[in-house]
């Protein structure tokens, strides 16, 4: 059955560094979408993604964060300078009509 | 907007007890309704859902059906297991995003 893949499942940062969380999501969807949970709370939606441009995104996705497709098959979620409240654990989600969602396992970001 | 109301947790059962976690939701037009389930230190996994008023999603026991009359799509067991245990998340998608309820942990003590 497709997956979506996301890469690496733990990252550490210090505070201020930049991180790139990465994801493959099933090939012939075309709908992208970044979710986050913190640790033990609801999931949030972050932005969604179609057709190379950002299609929604929440109060929670300001300047800090970018995402990108930068190559017809990676979905990167880019947070410029964490911060101690960006620790969570990041899913990255692809959809198409017929198939509905796919989630990927996740990558917990740790922000020391 | 789009919203998913759920059951606060946690919820505490005995194995082989009947399990009801409800959920409510707020669209406009017809969205597809799901449940996800997050076992301990794990991602999400789709467990059931719905695509249309009167479906009933089914899988491992769960049941669900969506009730455009009430907005509702309760999550049902008639006996849980241990392994149940976990994080149930209910969510909607109006095919241009999901939003998801805030989540009903669940234990099932022995």
């Known amino acids: 059955e497709p997956e979506v893949t996301q890469t690496p499942s733990h990252q550490v940062t210090q505070m201020g560094q930049e991180v790139i969380l990465r994801c493959v999501p099933i090939?012939?969807?075309?709908?992208f979408y970044w979710y986050r949970q913190i640790l033990g709370q609801k999931v949030e939606f972050l932005v969604s993604f179609y057709n190379n441009e950002i299609s929604e995104k929440s109060e929670i996705f300001d300047d800090q964060f970018s995402v990108e497709r930068p190559d017809g098959s990676n979905f990167t979620l880019k947070i410029r300078s964490t911060k101690l409240e960006d620790s969570a654990m990041y899913f990255c989600?692809?959809?198409?009509?017929?198939?509905?969602?796919?989630f990927g396992s996740g990558t917990r970001l740790t922000v020391v | 907007g789009n919203s998913v109301t759920q059951m606060e947790g946690p919820v505490t059962l005995s194995e082989e007890a009947f399990l009801t976690i409800n959920c409510t939701y707020t669209?406009?037009?017809?969205?597809?309704l799901f449940w996800y389930v997050q076992y301990p230190g794990e991602g999400l996994q789709l467990l059931l859902k719905a695509t249309k008023a009167d479906d009933k999603g089914s899988n491992k026991g769960f049941e669900a059906t969506y009730r455009k009359e009430t907005t509702s799509f309760h999550l049902e067991k008639g006996s849980v297991q241990v392994s149940d245990s976990a994080v149930y998340f209910c969510?909607?998608?109006?095919?241009?995003?999901?939003?998801f309820g805030a989540g009903t942990r669940l234990t099932v003590k022995p």
């Open positions: 669209a406009t037009g017809y969205p597809s």
């Open positions: 989600a692809s959809n198409s009509p017929e198939a509905g969602y796919t």
């Open positions: 090939s012939n969807h075309l709908y």
């Open positions: 969510a909607l998608s109006d095919h241009l995003d999901m939003r």
